[in-house]
């Protein structure tokens, strides 16, 4: 495989559920994002990692949690979410530093999250 | 206050003129700007980025970069029906280190 997958492609969970969002990279790059993505909003940022590490946690809730083992995954671990929730969540990947200005980010299918 | 302002469209242009896309930032620090295109239900794809200022050229595709006026905007040139998407502009760098900052984007429809 190439690029950036993201599994489920579709998730359908009640509030109480705990789930989980997987994002793999075959890019060889050492950034990665979680991004959500609601109709008529902008694409805002969650979460980034930068060589494994956070750098940046963007006032998300914390029934959200992200979780990055190496540099090729990510997940997001989700818990007692709210119908706002429902949206697509997409994972991004860049090369060298997280941010760095040059580096272009490379996007997931994402996951549509549905909250009943 | 949104530091990436995109028309929402929809813009319509007939095959085989030329798509304007227009897009203003605030951040005067930005250093770099993308254009993705999304397709409905598919994930931004990156089709240009430009950090220095003037024109950037591939195939049918002009990036433009004015930083004096915090203006980016991207052409198509010979627009095909497959074109129509939405294009969404991001900039990066500046008071936002570490994060693309993306603007609502515009639909774009291209019609026979």
Same mark, same amino acid.
Request: aromatic share 10%; charged share 20%; with cysteine.
């Given at each position: 495989?190439?690029?950036?997958?993201?599994?489920?492609?579709?998730?359908?969970?009640?509030?109480?559920?705990?789930?989980?969002?997987?994002?793999?990279?075959?890019?060889?790059?050492?950034?990665?994002?979680?991004?959500?993505?609601?109709?008529? $909003?902008?694409?805002?940022?969650?979460?980034?990692?930068?060589?494994?590490?956070?750098?940046?946690?963007?006032?998300?809730?914390?029934?959200?949690?992200?979780?990055?083992?190496?540099?090729?995954?990510?997940?997001?671990?989700?818990?007692?979410?709210?119908?706002?929730?429902?949206?697509?969540?997409?994972?991004?990947?860049?090369?060298?530093?997280?941010?760095?200005?040059?580096?272009?980010?490379?996007?997931?299918?994402?996951?549509?999250?549905?909250?009943? | 206050?949104?530091?990436?302002?995109?028309?929402?469209?929809?813009?319509?242009?007939?095959?085989?003129?030329?798509?304007?896309?227009?897009?203003?930032?605030?951040?005067?620090?930005?250093?770099?700007?993308?254009?993705?295109?999304?397709?409905?239900? $598919?994930?931004?794809?990156?089709?240009?980025?430009?950090?220095?200022?003037?024109? $950037?050229?591939?195939?049918?595709?002009?990036?433009?970069?004015?930083?004096?006026?915090?203006?980016?905007?991207?052409?198509?040139?010979?627009?095909?029906?497959?074109?129509?998407?939405?294009?969404?502009?991001?900039?990066?760098?500046?008071?936002?280190?570490?994060?693309?900052?993306?603007?609502?984007?515009?639909?774009?429809?291209?019609?026979?």
């Amino acid at each position: 495989e190439t690029g950036v997958t993201q599994t489920p492609r579709h998730l359908v969970m009640g509030m109480t559920n705990k789930k989980s969002l997987k994002c793999e990279q075959h890019l060889g790059h050492n950034a990665m994002y979680w991004y959500k993505q609601s109709a008529k $909003k902008p694409l805002e940022l969650m979460f980034v990692y930068s060589l494994e590490e956070r750098v940046e946690n963007n006032s998300v809730p914390s029934r959200f949690s992200p979780e990055c083992p190496n540099s090729s995954h990510l997940f997001l671990h989700l818990h007692t979410l709210q119908p706002e929730d429902s949206a697509l969540y997409l994972c991004a990947s860049s090369q060298g530093v997280a941010g760095a200005f040059d580096q272009p980010q490379h996007f997931g299918d994402g996951t549509r999250l549905s909250i009943l | 206050q949104k530091e990436v302002e995109q028309n929402s469209g929809p813009l319509s242009v007939p095959e085989g003129a030329i798509a304007s896309l227009n897009c203003t930032y605030s951040d005067r620090g930005s250093q770099s700007f993308f254009w993705y295109r999304q397709y409905s239900g $598919k994930s931004p794809e990156l089709i240009m980025f430009i950090y220095s200022n003037g024109d $950037k050229e591939d195939g049918r595709f002009t990036a433009q970069l004015n930083k004096a006026s915090q203006y980016v905007s991207l052409l198509i040139r010979d627009s095909q029906p497959s074109d129509s998407a939405t294009y969404l502009c991001a900039s990066a760098g500046g008071t936002s280190y570490g994060k693309l900052t993306f603007g609502q984007g515009t639909i774009l429809t291209v019609h026979p």
